[in-house]
């Protein structure tokens, strides 16, 4: 599917020193998301964290909205929460 290739594009882009943003970490997000791969757009998320890379409020709208699609309901909320613990 379409996130197993994003995620594939992430690993090469870092093997050719290419700097990892917020746009492409979002991209493979939603991709993830929409390809119903939660635990793994979870795991972008804490690495884009630990990567120091910028999580903003689109990152977050992507994420959240993709888990809602999905219906993890729990998911979308605890980085609704989150999300307006950074911003507020």
């Known amino acids: 599917g379409q996130w197993d290739q994003a995620l594939k594009l992430l690993v ?3 093997s050719a020193q290419v700097e990892l943003d917020t746009i492409t970490y ?3 997000v939603g991709a ?5 791969q939660w635990d793994q757009a979870l795991k972008l998320l ?3 964290a630990s990567a120091q890379v ?3 409020t ?3 709208i992507a994420a959240i909205s993709e888990f809602e699609k999905g219906g993890q ?4 909320l605890k980085l609704l929460v989150e999300m307006a ?4």
Do not use: N, Q
Request: hydrophobic fraction near 45%; charged fraction near 25%.
């Open 12 to 14: 090469e882009m870092a």
């Open 26 to 28: 979002s991209i493979a």
């Open 32 to 36: 993830c998301g929409k390809g119903g």
């Open 46 to 48: 804490v690495e884009m």
């Open 54 to 56: 910028e999580l903003d």
């Open 58 to 60: 689109v990152t977050y």
């Open 73 to 76: 309901w729990d998911r979308a």
């Open 85 to 88: 613990s950074l911003f507020t």
